[in-house]
Structure formats: structure tokens, C-alpha cells
């Protein structure tokens, strides 16, 4: 598939697909015309580079994670002790983000009921 079906139907700009390519954590082939042609597999592909970086992931460490995690055959290949020592540190730095977000919730929650239960000013 083209660049713009790609983006189409992962919701990502081509400008970041060709981000992702230059970064080396997508691949394309060239038709003679010289226009990006992706495998199937790429819409995958992209939404889990999405999560990983809505997750706080730079691309660096995607590009790390990405070779050790299946793709849609199964298939995987076992990180190093380093890799899987520094995803526990980003797992880490989620859980204790959650906490955070969590108690900010609660928070709002909490402006939200005294201001629905103040009386109303003019």
C-alpha cells in the first residue's frame, strides 16, 4: 500500500510515517517511480508505534523494543538483559504516572462536587 492509504487508515500523517522510516522503525520498498510501497503487516506496526510513544517512549527505545515484540506471525525475538532492564524502568515510571493521574482524578473529582454543591453566585 501506498503512503496514503497508510496514514489513511492508521490515522498517522505520512510525515510522521517518514519519520518512522528514518528512524528505522518502519520499512518501505521503492516502486520505479520512487513511491513508498508498505506490506499489510505495516498497519500494525504503526498503531503499536503509537502506543509506545503515547506510552512516553522515545523513538530510540522503540526502535529497540520493536525487533522483541510479535508481529502478527508470533514471531519474536528475545531482548537483552539491558533492553529488559530498562522497559522494567519505563514500566516503572508508568505505574508511578498512573498513580499520579489517578490522584489528579480524584482531585477533580473532588472541585467538581463542591462546586456543583455550592451555592450558585450571579
Not at 106 to 122: G, H, K, M
Amino acid at each position: 500500500m501506498r503512503i496514503g492509504e497508510l496514514a489513511g487508515r492508521t490515522g498517522v500523517s505520512g510525515r510522521s510515517l517518514r519519520y518512522y522510516e528514518q528512524q528505522g522503525l518502519l520499512t518501505a520498498t521503492r516502486t520505479s517511480g520512487g513511491h513508498r510501497e508498505y506490506p499489510e503487516p505495516a498497519v500494525e506496526r504503526v498503531r503499536r508505534i503509537q502506543a509506545l510513544y503515547a506510552a512516553g517512549l522515545c523513538s530510540a527505545k522503540i526502535a529497540e523494543l520493536l525487533p522483541c515484540m510479535s508481529d502478527a506471525d508470533g514471531s519474536a525475538v528475545a531482548g537483552s538483559t539491558a533492553l529488559v532492564e530498562s522497559l522494567r524502568v519505563e514500566r516503572a515510571r508508568l505505574d508511578r504516572a498512573i498513580v499520579d493521574l489517578t490522584r489528579s482524578r480524584e482531585l477533580l473529582d473532588e472541585a467538581i462536587v463542591a462546586a456543583e454543591t455550592a451555592p450558585q453566585t450571579l
